[in-house]
């Protein structure tokens, strides 16, 4: 069935690195790409997304590359922060208008 | 008014008793979601309503009823519940009746606990 697969499911960096969380999908016809940020006992928020007609966008310090022929997306975080430290959710929507969730990674930011 | 508002944020509730958990936005957004999310888990989908109709069910057994009263308004109706139900319930609404319309938003949650 459709399927995002998401790695790490946890991360550590020292503050100030690069943090890089790595999706890939099953569904070809998927267009429509989020990646949300949840902190604990808070709702899921959605820090930046992508559509599959863009190969690339960014907004401060993240970014999202989306590479359609692998079927595959990244979410970039540089200078990281301690408050950066959350788990983060990567999501594809496919075809139906359903939204179809990665498994998660936990980042913690180290200062 | 750019929120999608969830009552209430936390309930405690019986196995014996019937509650309900109420959702609510004013962005005329038309369509609605019902998840379910544990701990560090993705939110697994529940419903889906779109123009007040609902368009998913996604297999949720039937202690979980769902009602859209109008365009604003979405209820999940509980009875029965067993204590694996406890998780954070989150509603969430978009501007067209599937994700990738723009606006997708979740509420803050009822962090439901069964006993």
């Known amino acids: 069935g459709e399927n995002v697969e998401q790695h790490p499911s946890t991360l550590s960096v020292q503050e100030g690195d690069s943090a890089v969380i790595k999706c890939t999908y099953s569904?070809?016809?998927?267009?429509?790409f989020p990646w949300y940020k949840q902190e604990l006992g808070k709702r899921p928020q959605l820090i930046i997304d992508?559509?599959?007609?863009?190969g690339e966008k960014k907004d401060q310090r993240i970014a999202v590359t989306l590479n359609k022929t692998a079927k595959h997306f990244s979410l970039h975080i540089t200078e990281t922060q301690p408050e950066d430290s959350a788990v983060y959710f990567c999501?594809?929507?496919?075809?139906?208008?359903?939204?179809?969730f990665g498994q998660g990674t936990e980042l913690s930011v180290k200062p | 008014d750019t929120e999608v508002t969830q009552t209430p944020k936390h309930l405690v509730m019986g196995m014996t008793n019937k509650k309900s958990l109420k959702c609510e936005q004013h962005?005329?957004?038309?369509?609605m979601y019902w998840y379910k999310q544990k701990a560090k888990k993705p939110p697994e989908l529940m419903f889906v309503y779109s123009y007040e109709k609902l368009s998913i069910n996604e297999s949720v057994p039937s202690r979980f009823s769902p009602e859209c009263p109008n365009s604003s308004l979405l209820n999940l109706h509980l009875h029965a519940l067993q204590p694996e139900d406890s998780a954070l319930y989150l509603c969430?609404?978009?501007?067209?009746?599937?994700?990738?319309?723009?606006?997708?938003?979740f509420g803050s949650g009822t962090r439901l606990t069964v006993v």
């Open positions: 969430a609404s978009s501007q067209e009746g599937s994700p990738r319309g723009y606006g997708y938003t």
């Open positions: 999501a594809a929507c496919n075809q139906g208008g359903k939204l179809i």
């Open positions: 992508i559509r599959s007609n863009v």
């Open positions: 962005m005329g957004h038309r369509a």
């Open positions: 569904d070809s016809a998927s267009n429509y």
